[in-house]
DNA sequence: TTGAATTAGTTGAAAGCTAAACTGCATATT
DNA sequence: AATATGCAGTTTAGCTTTCAACTAATTCAA
């Protein structure tokens, strides 16, 4: 089979990339900043933020581990933490002895009710207020896209190997 | 003064800011994985990418550490490795006897140029391929709009702290 | 229904990262 | 010159993250 020649990137392709890689290096790196105040990383308010809106603030481990995009081992890590901080609790799952429930503690609640307004001001201020309403749409889309295709590809990593 | 009421996001900043946050993340994991059979991390590669573009493959830490974006402290940790590799030397600098160069060995630049290729196929197919030439041109301007944005929000708080 | 294969979740060890302290040199100030 | 201040880079300690191994419960399959 013929060897296949790189396609390098052109300067559009390069500038596009490049602008997108520092941008979000730096802009999760502000965010991160911006939550120590909180103590709280963006991966831990990622997933207080969606236990907190679960029902009945509470959710089984597997899920909360998908939805916060963090792996269950690491969650299983970072849980440790927020239990000794006085945020969560655990709970056993009746229905599946193997399972367990992540629940939101009171104290819990009221940290990420005191870190949300800062948060979204901070994703406001460094990154929303870049975008138009136009931008906003366009960006979705393109990022809709990105993760659509991203799931195809693993799922097409199956069948193939 | 009057207390600020969080004014929190619309539906369509929402979806802005989730396709964006979710996207990238899964996108960067992705990039990693595909680097791993290189044995390289996206941080990894930036640096070698950075050391092999210079003039004699050679840098010195500060700047090297700078322009990856990743803290001094943490190059100096990554160089460990990559001279244990066998990718990477340290050089004393003769002008600034604090200062020393990181300098890009014969297998160092064979294994970059041996993964670009793979990691340049992988930019294209995993998000590059989802733009068009106008995208690619919006997505610039945004990002570059982000990164000024950032860059002036953080000179600004020397000046007001 | 019994054994095989999956699944939920945790654990431990190794690697990675960060923040702060530290070393040694360079530059500025008097 | 003497001292202070700053800078380049490393190191240490303490987390955090990852990866693979593991436990225990569940489901599948003959």
Redesign the pocket.
């Known amino acids: 089979m013929a060897v296949k020649r790189t396609k390098w990137l052109n300067t559009s392709e390069m500038a596009a990339w490049r602008s997108y890689v520092v941008a979000s290096r730096r802009l999760m790196?502000a965010l991160?900043?911006d939550l120590?105040e909180h103590d709280l990383?963006m991966?831990?308010y990622e997933v207080l933020a969606h236990l907190s809106e679960a029902p009945g603030r509470r959710m089984?481990?597997?899920?909360?581990?998908e939805t916060s995009m963090?792996?269950?081992?690491?969650?299983?890590?970072?849980?440790?933490?927020m239990v000794k901080a006085g945020w969560v609790e655990?709970e056993v799952?009746a229905?599946?002895?193997?399972?367990?429930?992540a629940v939101m503690t009171e104290k819990g609640w009221r940290a990420i009710v005191r870190a949300a307004p800062d948060h979204v001001a901070s994703v406001r201020s460094r990154f929303l207020d870049n975008l138009t309403a136009k931008d906003q749409d366009d960006l979705a889309k393109i990022f809709d896209r990105v993760t659509a295709r991203l799931r195809k590809q693993y799922l097409e990593s199956f069948n193939k190997n």
Chains 1, 2 share one sequence.
């Open positions: 790196d991160d900043v120590q990383s991966a831990d089984r481990m597997s899920e909360l581990a963090v792996s269950k081992s690491r969650l299983s890590h970072r849980m440790k933490v655990r799952c229905e599946d002895k193997r399972g367990s429930f």
